[in-house]
């Protein structure tokens, strides 16, 4: 089982998890049984099932999100994957049928995001969109409607710019996961976001969009917490863009392994501060309830 298990990049999965736990703290959401269900669901069951079943497509041999050294598709991969998708859609199941609906919805993105006769992932404005929507807008209102059993009050103009801030940080750091792997994907034909843009329009695109997904979620946080956190979270935002700049002034002079590295640890250290913070937060709201 090491090779499927490898495949799932079950740590990198973890990073994506700030997304979904901050629609479920916005929309007032408790430390339970049933944040644990939908959680595993989507990070555990659907974001893995969903990397291997790229990995199945891909075959890359040099690195990638989460993983150094990627060994050899095993041979039955995809249908590990799917059916480790399916066991994370029977989960969603149980948690409600917004929550397995979005699942659903997320998993076909997969799907098209990977799958040679469509490959989402072959071109820019695609792969971004589907990123976008797949890590960003829909984890989000997952999270929501795991709180709340459905998307009730999710079109309050302060909860979709929560949303969107979310999603401009994750659609931000795109084209900058991709910009280490260049060569192999010109050599598997795939126009990605970051071959389109080319390195210094990724890094470009990158800064703008997390600095205005920051900005956005630096206000949210000043509306519906201490100001004082609003102010911590701007302050590291700046730290991070400043960490960004800084990678950029000495990526050409970098090996493919080095860019790798450094694009994965700015990754956990934008994501694990966040995912402290959120969880920090929910363990004050449970203890309050």
Same mark, same amino acid.
């Given at each position: 089982?090491?090779?499927?298990?490898?495949?799932?990049? &079950?740590?990198? +999965?973890?990073?994506?998890?700030?997304?979904? #736990?901050?629609?479920?703290? *916005?929309?007032?959401?408790?430390?339970? /049984?049933?944040?644990?269900? %939908?959680?595993?669901?989507f990070h555990l069951f659907l974001y893995a099932g969903g990397t291997a079943l790229n990995s199945y497509y891909d075959r890359d041999k040099g690195p990638i999100g989460g993983l150094a050294h990627p060994p050899p598709p095993?041979? $039955? #991969? &995809?249908?590990?994957?799917? @059916?480790?998708?399916?066991?994370?859609? *029977?989960l969603a *199941?149980?948690?409600?049928?917004?929550? =397995?609906?979005?699942?659903?919805?997320?998993?076909w993105m997969s799907i098209a995001y990977s799958h040679p006769r469509i490959r989402l992932k072959g071109h820019p404005f695609g792969a971004l969109a589907t990123i976008m *929507?797949? !890590?960003?807008?829909?984890?989000?209102? /997952?999270?929501? =409607?795991? %709180?709340?059993?459905?998307?009730d009050g999710g079109a309050a103009p302060g909860v979709i710019l929560a949303a969107l801030s979310a999603t401009l940080i994750i659609?931000?750091?795109?084209?900058?996961?991709?910009? $280490?792997? &260049?060569?192999a994907d010109a050599e598997r034909g795939d126009l990605t976001s970051a071959r389109f #843009?080319? @390195?210094?329009?990724?890094?470009?695109?990158?800064?703008?969009?997390?600095?205005?997904?920051?900005?956005?979620?630096?206000?949210?946080a000043a509306t519906n917490f201490f100001w004082w956190e609003a102010v911590g979270l701007a302050v590291f935002?700046?730290?991070?863009?400043? =960490?960004?700049?800084?990678?950029? =002034?000495?990526?050409?002079? +970098?090996? @493919?392994? !080095?860019?790798?590295?450094?694009?994965?640890?700015l990754y956990a250290c934008v994501t694990l501060p966040f995912l402290a913070w959120i969880f920090l937060r929910l363990v004050v709201a449970t203890w309050q309830a």
């Amino acid at each position: 089982m090491k090779p499927y298990l490898t495949h799932l990049r &079950l740590p990198f +999965q973890f990073l994506l998890s700030p997304i979904f #736990l901050w629609g479920y703290l *916005l929309a007032g959401g408790t430390l339970n /049984a049933t944040l644990l269900v %939908a959680y595993l669901a989507f990070h555990l069951f659907l974001y893995a099932g969903g990397t291997a079943l790229n990995s199945y497509y891909d075959r890359d041999k040099g690195p990638i999100g989460g993983l150094a050294h990627p060994p050899p598709p095993p041979k $039955y #991969l &995809l249908e590990f994957s799917l @059916v480790w998708q399916l066991i994370g859609f *029977l989960l969603a *199941l149980t948690v409600n049928f917004t929550v =397995a609906a979005i699942y659903f919805v997320m998993f076909w993105m997969s799907i098209a995001y990977s799958h040679p006769r469509i490959r989402l992932k072959g071109h820019p404005f695609g792969a971004l969109a589907t990123i976008m *929507l797949g !890590q960003g807008i829909l984890p989000f209102y /997952a999270g929501w =409607a795991t %709180a709340r059993g459905n998307l009730d009050g999710g079109a309050a103009p302060g909860v979709i710019l929560a949303a969107l801030s979310a999603t401009l940080i994750i659609g931000g750091m795109y084209p900058l996961t991709q910009i $280490y792997q &260049l060569d192999a994907d010109a050599e598997r034909g795939d126009l990605t976001s970051a071959r389109f #843009l080319g @390195v210094e329009n990724s890094f470009r695109v990158a800064m703008i969009s997390i600095a205005v997904g920051g900005a956005g979620a630096v206000y949210i946080a000043a509306t519906n917490f201490f100001w004082w956190e609003a102010v911590g979270l701007a302050v590291f935002l700046l730290i991070f863009l400043a =960490a960004v700049m800084r990678w950029r =002034a000495r990526f050409h002079s +970098q090996t @493919v392994m !080095q860019n790798f590295k450094t694009v994965m640890l700015l990754y956990a250290c934008v994501t694990l501060p966040f995912l402290a913070w959120i969880f920090l937060r929910l363990v004050v709201a449970t203890w309050q309830a």
